[in-house]
């Protein structure tokens, strides 16, 4: 990974340990989820911020999370965002921004669509 990417996900990782408790490590892009699970967490980014966004609001909502290490291979060409000045600036300012929003402007009213979610493994008894 380029320096400004190894950089911008340690304190991505940092910010959302201390707003959040989330123990990330990475800000990698894939993820496993229930259907279930992600429509209970309302995303609304649909660029650069996703990620943080689902890791936030996982964390929130009390979501298992397991991160599984992998290896960083070089890439082959260059990068549309981290391979770029301009690209790694919207990207990183996306995914401050969102940290901020939800970790400042969120904690004073919780959002509608993360107050009705639930656990994943909590079982629902209807008597």
Same mark, same amino acid.
Do not use: H
């Given at each position: 990974?380029p ?5 911008g996900?340690r304190?991505?990782?940092f910010?959302m #340990?201390?707003?959040?408790? *989330?123990n !990330? ?6 993820r496993?989820?229930?259907w279930? *699970?992600?429509?209970?967490l ?10 943080v ?15 599984v ?6 890439r082959?060409g260059?990068?549309k965002?981290?391979?770029?000045? #301009?690209?790694?600036?919207? *990207?990183?300012?996306?995914?401050? !921004?969102?940290?901020?929003? !939800? ?11 993360? *107050? ?5 493994s ?6």
């Amino acid at each position: 990974m380029p320096p400004q990417s190894v950089w911008g996900n340690r304190l991505a990782c940092f910010l959302m #340990r201390w707003l959040f408790g *989330a123990n !990330y490590t990475d800000l990698g892009p894939f993820r496993a989820i229930r259907w279930s *699970a992600l429509q209970s967490l309302g995303m609304s980014d649909r660029n650069f911020g996703w990620t943080v966004e689902m890791q936030i609001k996982a964390v929130r909502l009390g979501l298992r999370v397991t991160e599984v290490p992998v290896s960083y291979r070089r890439r082959i060409g260059a990068s549309k965002i981290s391979g770029t000045v #301009r690209g790694t600036i919207l *990207a990183g300012s996306k995914i401050l !921004y969102l940290i901020a929003k !939800y970790g400042f402007v969120s904690s004073m009213a919780a959002p509608s669509s993360l *107050a009705i979610a639930e656990p994943p493994s909590t079982p629902r008894r209807v008597a």
